[in-house]
C-alpha cells in the first residue's frame, strides 16, 4: 500500500478512536448540579420547589432544578472497558484525543491537557488499589508542568471529587503516598464490592441530596428520572454501578444508607426512598448540601432553603450533642463521688 494511503488509514483510525472515547466519556456523568431557573424558563426533568406552607416563603424563593453536571470524568470510562493494567502508556494513550495539534498551543490548553492526564492517573491508581506517589504524578504531569504542579493537583482532585464523592488525601508524610477517599465509609473505599473498580460515593451523595432536595423523601419515580438524566436506567448495566435497580435498592438499603419502603396506602403500590441510619450518621445535610454547591461552582449559601434547613439541623445535632456529653458528666461525677457516712459508720 502506497505510503500516502497508510498514512490516511491511521489518520482516520486515530480519529474514530478518538470519536469513540468521546462517546464513552459522555456516559460517566455521575454528578448533578443544582441550578437557580428564572421564572420563564421551561421547567427541566426534575423540577424542585422548596417545601413550605408559606406563600410567601414559595414566591420568594426561586425554582431549583436538577440537571445533569457538565463535568465528566474522561478516563473512567475507557479505562473500564479496556484494561486492567494501570501504567502510563494506557494514561498517555488517553491524553491524545484531548492533545491539540498545533504548535500555537496557549498555556491554557497546556495546563488542561496536565489536568485531565493527571486526573486520569488518579482514577487508574484508585481503580487497581495501588498508591499514588508524588514522585509519580510529578513524572505524569511531566518536567514542564512540575511548576504548576500544586494547580494541576488542586483542578484534577477537585474534578474528580465532584463526581466520584472522593477526596485526595496523603497517607504517608513519609514517602509522600496519597490515596483517593470515599466520603462515606461504603466498603472497600466507595467500591462496595471486593477488588478493583471505581467508587460509587458520588452517585449515592447525588441521591441523598435528592432525597433532602424533595422534603426529605424522594418518589421512586424521582429517583429514576434523575438518573436516567445520567443515562442509568433501571435493568441495564453499567459499567461503573453494575445493575442500578439493584444497587439501590437492594445493596445501599442493606448497608443502611438508604431505606426503601411503600408508600402507605397506595395501591397499586408505589416506593419512596429516606435516608438510611448510616447516612444520618456519617454524613449531614449540611456536608451533603456543601457537596452539591461545589458540583454547581457554587456556595451552600447561594441555596437559602435548603441552607437554613441545613443550619437548623446542625444546631440540632450540637444541642443534642451537649446534652449527652452533660449527662455523661454527671453520671461519670456521680460514680466517682464517695457514698455519704451513714448513722452505723459514725
Same mark, same amino acid.
Given at each position: 500500500? @502506497?505510503?500516502?494511503?497508510?498514512?490516511?488509514?491511521?489518520?482516520?483510525?486515530?480519529?474514530?478512536?478518538?470519536?469513540?472515547?468521546?462517546?464513552?466519556?459522555?456516559?460517566?456523568?455521575?454528578?448533578?448540579?443544582?441550578?437557580?431557573?428564572?421564572?420563564?424558563?421551561?421547567?427541566?426533568?426534575?423540577?424542585?420547589?422548596?417545601?413550605?406552607?408559606?406563600?410567601?416563603?414559595?414566591?420568594?424563593?426561586?425554582?431549583?432544578?436538577?440537571?445533569?453536571?457538565?463535568?465528566?470524568?474522561?478516563?473512567? =470510562?475507557?479505562?473500564?472497558?479496556?484494561?486492567?493494567?494501570?501504567?502510563?502508556?494506557?494514561?498517555?494513550?488517553?491524553? /491524545?484525543?484531548?492533545?491539540?495539534?498545533?504548535?500555537?498551543?496557549?498555556?491554557?490548553?497546556?495546563?488542561?491537557?496536565?489536568?485531565?492526564?493527571?486526573?486520569?492517573?488518579?482514577? /487508574?491508581?484508585?481503580? *487497581?488499589?495501588?498508591?499514588?506517589?508524588?514522585?509519580? &504524578?510529578?513524572?505524569?504531569?511531566?518536567?514542564?508542568?512540575?511548576?504548576?504542579?500544586?494547580?494541576?493537583?488542586?483542578?484534577?482532585?477537585?474534578?474528580?471529587?465532584?463526581?466520584?464523592?472522593?477526596?485526595?488525601?496523603?497517607?504517608?508524610?513519609?514517602?509522600?503516598?496519597?490515596?483517593?477517599?470515599?466520603?462515606?465509609?461504603?466498603?472497600?473505599?466507595?467500591? &462496595?464490592?471486593?477488588?478493583?473498580?471505581?467508587?460509587?460515593?458520588?452517585?449515592? *451523595?447525588?441521591?441523598? =441530596?435528592?432525597?433532602? &432536595?424533595?422534603?426529605?423523601?424522594?418518589?421512586?419515580?424521582?429517583?429514576?428520572?434523575?438518573?436516567?438524566?445520567?443515562?442509568?436506567?433501571?435493568?441495564?448495566?453499567?459499567?461503573?454501578? =453494575?445493575?442500578?435497580?439493584?444497587?439501590?435498592?437492594?445493596?445501599?438499603?442493606?448497608?443502611?444508607?438508604?431505606?426503601?419502603?411503600?408508600?402507605?396506602?397506595?395501591?397499586?403500590?408505589?416506593?419512596?426512598?429516606?435516608?438510611?441510619?448510616?447516612?444520618?450518621?456519617?454524613?449531614?445535610?449540611?456536608?451533603?448540601?456543601?457537596?452539591?454547591?461545589?458540583?454547581?461552582?457554587?456556595?451552600?449559601?447561594?441555596? @437559602?432553603?435548603?441552607?437554613?434547613?441545613?443550619?437548623?439541623?446542625?444546631?440540632?445535632?450540637?444541642?443534642?450533642?451537649?446534652?449527652?456529653?452533660?449527662?455523661?458528666?454527671?453520671?461519670?461525677?456521680?460514680? &466517682?463521688?464517695?457514698?455519704?457516712?451513714?448513722?452505723?459508720?459514725?
Amino acid at each position: 500500500m @502506497p505510503r500516502g494511503q497508510k498514512s490516511k488509514l491511521r489518520a482516520r483510525k486515530k480519529h474514530n478512536q478518538a470519536r469513540d472515547d468521546s462517546e464513552s466519556h459522555k456516559r460517566v456523568q455521575a454528578a448533578a448540579v443544582v441550578e437557580e431557573e428564572p421564572a420563564s424558563c421551561c421547567p427541566s426533568v426534575l423540577e424542585i420547589s422548596p417545601q413550605s406552607s408559606s406563600a410567601t416563603t414559595k414566591s420568594s424563593t426561586s425554582q431549583w432544578s436538577w440537571r445533569p453536571s457538565s463535568t465528566t470524568i474522561s478516563s473512567s =470510562g475507557a479505562f473500564e472497558r479496556r484494561s486492567d493494567k494501570c501504567d502510563k502508556s494506557q494514561v498517555e494513550e488517553h491524553s /491524545c484525543s484531548t492533545e491539540v495539534s498545533s504548535p500555537e498551543n496557549s498555556r491554557s490548553d497546556s495546563l488542561t491537557m496536565k489536568v485531565d492526564l493527571l486526573e486520569q492517573f488518579l482514577l /487508574c491508581k484508585y481503580k *487497581m488499589k495501588e498508591p499514588i506517589l508524588k514522585e509519580d &504524578m510529578l513524572k505524569t504531569v511531566g518536567e514542564d508542568g512540575q511548576d504548576q504542579f500544586a494547580e494541576i493537583l488542586k483542578k484534577a482532585s477537585e474534578r474528580i471529587e465532584v463526581v466520584f464523592a472522593v477526596d485526595l488525601k496523603e497517607v504517608d508524610s513519609s514517602n509522600h503516598s496519597y490515596d483517593l477517599v470515599s466520603k462515606l465509609k461504603l466498603p472497600n473505599n466507595g467500591r &462496595m464490592c471486593a477488588g478493583t473498580g471505581l467508587p460509587k460515593t458520588g452517585l449515592l *451523595m447525588n441521591i441523598l =441530596g435528592l432525597i433532602f &432536595m424533595k422534603g426529605n423523601c424522594a418518589t421512586e419515580e424521582d429517583i429514576w428520572k434523575f438518573l436516567n438524566m445520567l443515562q442509568i436506567y433501571a435493568g441495564r448495566e453499567h459499567f461503573i454501578y =453494575g445493575e442500578p435497580r439493584k444497587l439501590i435498592t437492594e445493596d445501599l438499603v442493606q448497608l443502611q444508607y438508604l431505606e426503601y419502603r411503600q408508600v402507605p396506602d397506595s395501591d397499586p403500590p408505589h416506593y419512596e426512598f429516606l435516608w438510611g441510619p448510616k447516612a444520618h450518621a456519617e454524613t449531614s445535610k449540611m456536608k451533603v448540601l456543601e457537596f452539591l454547591a461545589k458540583v454547581g461552582d457554587k456556595v451552600p449559601s447561594a441555596f @437559602p432553603f435548603w441552607y437554613e434547613e441545613a443550619l437548623q439541623d446542625e444546631e440540632r445535632a450540637r444541642a443534642i450533642d451537649a446534652a449527652r456529653a452533660g449527662a455523661s458528666a454527671t453520671a461519670r461525677h456521680d460514680f &466517682m463521688a464517695p457514698d455519704s457516712p451513714t448513722s452505723s459508720d459514725v
